[in-house]
Nanobody, 123 residues
Framework: QVQLVESGGGLVQPGGSLRLSCAASGFTLAYFGIGWFRQAPRKEREGVLC????????YYVDSVKGRFTISRDNAKNTVYLQMNSLKPEDTAVYYCARAYSGCSRYGARYDVWGQGTPVTVSS
């Protein structure tokens, strides 16, 4: 069964950090780019950043540059999203997804999605 499972979300204070994990099963992660998306309450889903199958990362949201880092461990079939200096505006449900033809900010370019993990940044 091809699937992605996110974990690591939770409640954190402003300025804090979280590391999200995206575990893949049923396919070889090394062959695909993986993107992270988020959807905040009452807002549309947006692409945040993506890591290509060769390990290059692309940011789609300027506000996370310098704070969020994406990485992958192909041996563990897992992609990580390290989020530092979190802000209340980062509050959202975070999803990882498989890029079937290379990284993109558009969700239509992804064919497998996780169930999402909620992140709440609040004091």
């Amino acid at each position: 069964q091809v699937q992605l499972v996110e974990s690591g979300g939770g409640l954190v204070q402003p300025g804090g950090s979280l590391r999200l994990s995206c575990a893949a099963s049923g396919f070889t992660l090394a062959y695909f780019g993986i993107g992270w998306f988020r959807q905040a309450p009452r807002k549309e889903r947006e692409g945040v950043l993506c890591i290509s199958n060769s390990g290059g990362s692309t940011y789609y949201v300027d506000s996370v540059k310098g704070r969020f880092t994406i990485s992958r461990d192909n041996a563990k079939n897992t992609v990580y999203l390290q989020m530092n200096s979190l802000k209340p505006e980062d509050t959202a449900v975070y999803y990882c997804a498989r890029a079937y033809s290379g990284c993109s900010r558009y969700g239509a370019r992804y064919d497998v999605w996780g169930q999402g993990t909620p992140v709440t940044v609040s004091s």
